[in-house]
């Protein structure tokens, strides 16, 4: 990919390969698409997206907003009860599907190890593993903006690769990320070099010069509820305030993820970046899409309980006024369409349900059983079968397990059997058990939203419901289940009036009701809009 200009990368994009596998919630069809109803008349589309960011953040710290947050809802059709509405749910995952229209079983996006890690894709100027949309199925909204108008621009900005990656599709356009050494970087799916405008705002040193920077708390100690000194929280280290960065260069350039202050410079990268492209400036719309990872960071180490979490989002809400105060000297607000939402929602700290809620929690990895399943079948054939476990998803190459007369079904019933008589584990599927089961079965739903048919795996589980997936210490997301699952879905579009709705609503229906806004059409089945938010303007 690295030799293709950009028009070439724009046509691989728009010709990117249909998925495998239409799945059976409710679609449109192509025919039934209406692109001739009510639009807007936007110049730029922005996606906001907060990493593990729940609902009830909105609402725990509302009268703590002033900024972006506050405008959002307040100007925006509220949903807070949006559903990243498939199993496993990470990062990855959850990205590809904010503007796919289509579940991880079509993105075939399926988990971070099986995202956007590509060694044939090496980064350029850091050392990290590489990075692409190759494992990426199907297109996307910018896919469907391009169809319309061959001219769309896009920019797409995170600390994490899969976060400025996965939103936007296969598209080789202007996809930039945190390269882990103190600046920001592509890979070489996108380009042989950065361009010279992110050379410029990667030489004014942001991170360098937040050597030392102290984190104390932004409003008066009184504003916080929350208590600041459990010992669960970050491992059992600087767990209450003031938190500091390293010093040093090297520990600065990994610490600084765990900041507040990395939303900052991601806000201000994509602000550069929008002005240096002239994103906004014609008459149909470009797309800007900003990944915000802070918010995951905090939230796994000190959990969604802390008084680290509650002063990390009112530091974004005051970053993100900025932010869109900013934007709108380069493209008004009115003819801007907002949307914020997140890939995912995150538990409590299992040791806080313990100490506080005075309830049983805990945390449960299954890699001894899978170490050992392994071991006894590698040494009896000699071959390597491709064993992993990810969040209760166990994969192998099941064709290479049959061809040696193995039964694939009788093992994967045996390995069922072993899990599910554990005290952690609620249920287990085999593909014969998940295929059966009746659509009632809300687990095996999830689940099969977020399977390709074409995926080798011989289990997948589900622990109970005050268990979450880990060895270690701190929060974690991952599980079907309503805290990992719920996440905010707000949108303010020229024309339509602020509203809060209750009722439940999947993320995938936002690139589809974006795509109605600007009257472009899906290239393929996907999700319907939000009716409320399609329809004509009041």
Known sequence: MASFGHSARRLLGAAAALPILLFSHPTIRLSDYRSDGPTVDPSLVVLLVVDQMRPDYLTRFDDDYEGGFRW???????????RQDHALTQTAPGHSTLLSGRPPASTGIISNSRGVPDRLAPLIGSTRTGASPRRYRGSSLFDWMLAKDPATRVLSVSRKDRGAILPVGRAGEDVYWYGYNGTFTTSTWYADSLPDWLEAWNARRGVARLAGKRWDLLLPESRYPERDDYAFENGGRSVTFPHALPRDSAGLAGAIIDSPWMDSLVLDLALEGMRQLQLGRRTLPDLLVVSL??????????????REIHDQLVRLDRWLGRFLDSLSTVVPRERTIFALSSDHGTPSIPDYIREVEQRQAGRYSDRTTVRRLRDELETRWRATFEFTSEYGLLSADVNALAARGIDVDSLSEAIAAELVALPEIKAAYTPRTLAAAPVSDRYAELWRRHLPEDHG????????????????????HGRPEDADIEVPLVLVAPGHEPARHQRPVRVTSLGPTLAALIGAVPTEPVESPLAEIAEAPK
Do not use: K, Q
């Open 457 to 476: 795996w011989l289990v997948v589980t589900v622990l109970e419901p005050t268990f979450i997936w880990s060895s270690g210490s701190g929060a974690n």
């Open 72 to 82: 959002l809802v307040d100007h925006g059709v509220v949903y807070l009860h949006a």
């Open 293 to 306: 990872s802070a918010t995951d960071a905090i939230g796994h180490d000190y959990g969604p309980d802390s």
